[in-house]
């Protein structure tokens, strides 16, 4: 028991995978301090997965699946079944009436679900049909559009590559290598400019 009480002293923890009884994707990996008393383990858990304390047994196993021990004593330091960072420390949830159980926690399709009619909808001011339906309202028609593609494209007429030319603000000089469209940057026509100086998003090219 010495030898067991010296290897604990300190602030020594170990990371543990933790499964549970009722909960199939409740897997996650937990850092437990090798001073917490079994109670205390059990305490950190029920936060986490929603089992009882008292409704809660423990069981360690090693990285081969192998049980180690049963932590039925809640008196007894977790330090004192050598776990080590690897090990599964198993929930078994023995309340029937748990709310784990059932898979409320995990089955979405158990839970009944919110609906309102097309009609009480449609009356309702704040939904993102009526945000839409303004924004699409406010947006320039198909016609305006093309318009003022057809301006831009006048103005990039005059734009010659291989010209030079000084772009605002900043006053910065270099040479046109492109004029045109580019849709993978967005609508419109664009100019690309190969700074003199290394400036720019790209360092001048």
């Not at 029920?46 to 081969?64: A, F, I, P, Q």
């Amino acid at each position: 028991m010495a030898s067991s009480l010296q290897k604990i002293e300190g602030d020594e923890s170990v990371l543990l995978r933790v499964t549970h009884s009722n909960l199939k994707s409740f897997n996650p990996d937990i850092r437990f301090s090798l001073q917490l008393t079994v109670e205390a383990v059990k305490d950190k858990l029920w936060k986490k997965c929603g089992t009882s304390v008292n409704s809660m047994h423990l069981e360690l196993y090693d990285e081969l699946r192998n049980k180690i021990a049963d932590l039925s004593d809640h008196s007894k330091l977790l330090g004192f079944y050598s776990p080590f960072d690897g090990f599964r420390l198993h929930v078994v949830d023995l309340d029937p009436a748990s709310v784990t159980s059932g898979g409320w926690l995990e089955d979405t399709s158990l839970v009944e679900k919110y609906e309102i009619s097309e009609e009480s909808y449609n009356k309702r001011g704040d939904t993102f049909r009526k945000y839409r339906e303004k924004l699409t309202s406010q947006a320039p028609s198909t016609i305006e559009a093309k318009t003022l593609d057809t301006d831009m494209e006048d103005i990039c007429a005059n734009i010659k590559v291989g010209s030079r030319c000084e772009v605002e603000p900043g006053a910065k000089r270099g040479v046109v290598k492109f004029v045109g469209q580019a849709e993978p940057l967005g609508p419109g026509f664009w100019v690309g400019v190969q700074y003199d100086e290394p400036l720019g998003k790209h360092d001048g090219m």
